[in-house]
Nanobody, 124 residues
Framework: QVQLVESGGGLVQAGGSLRLSCAAS????????VGWFRQAPGKEREFVAA????????RYADSVKGRFTIARDNAENTVYLQMNSLKPEDTAVYYC?????????????????WGQGTQVTVSS
């Protein structure tokens, strides 16, 4: 059984940074693609970033390019999302998700395992 646990969310001022963690059990992050999605109140869940099995296979939403970085630590079986230069519009619940395939994708329906989410709030 796959379990994904997000952590690292919190309240931060605009311009600040946070690092989210997605700790996996039951499946190795080195053998799967992992994505981050977010959902703000009253809005649909949207893609943020994803990393595939192949080195260099990363995808980012245009809204976070240059500010967010996704990385994987195989030894810790954890995927991280480093978020810099945060903006109030980044406020949302952030979810990590996993798919047992080679490539990262931007579609939530492609991922079959999800965490419970972690709240990120950016104040202006």
């Amino acid at each position: 059984q796959v379990q994904l646990v997000e952590s690292g969310g919190g309240l931060v001022q605009a311009g600040g940074s946070l690092r989210l963690s997605c700790a996996a059990s039951g499946r190795a992050v080195s053998s799967n693609a992992v994505g981050w999605f977010r959902q703000a109140p009253g809005k649909e869940r949207e893609f943020v970033a994803a990393i595939g099995r192949v080195s260099g296979n990363t995808r980012y939403a245009d809204s976070v390019k240059g500010r967010f970085t996704i990385a994987r630590d195989n030894a810790e079986n954890t995927v991280y999302l480093q978020m810099n230069s945060l903006k109030p519009e980044d406020t949302a619940v952030y979810y990590c998700a996993m798919r047992p395939f080679l490539w990262a994708t931007v579609y939530a329906n492609d991922y079959d395992s999800w965490g419970q989410g972690t709240q990120v709030t950016v104040s202006s």
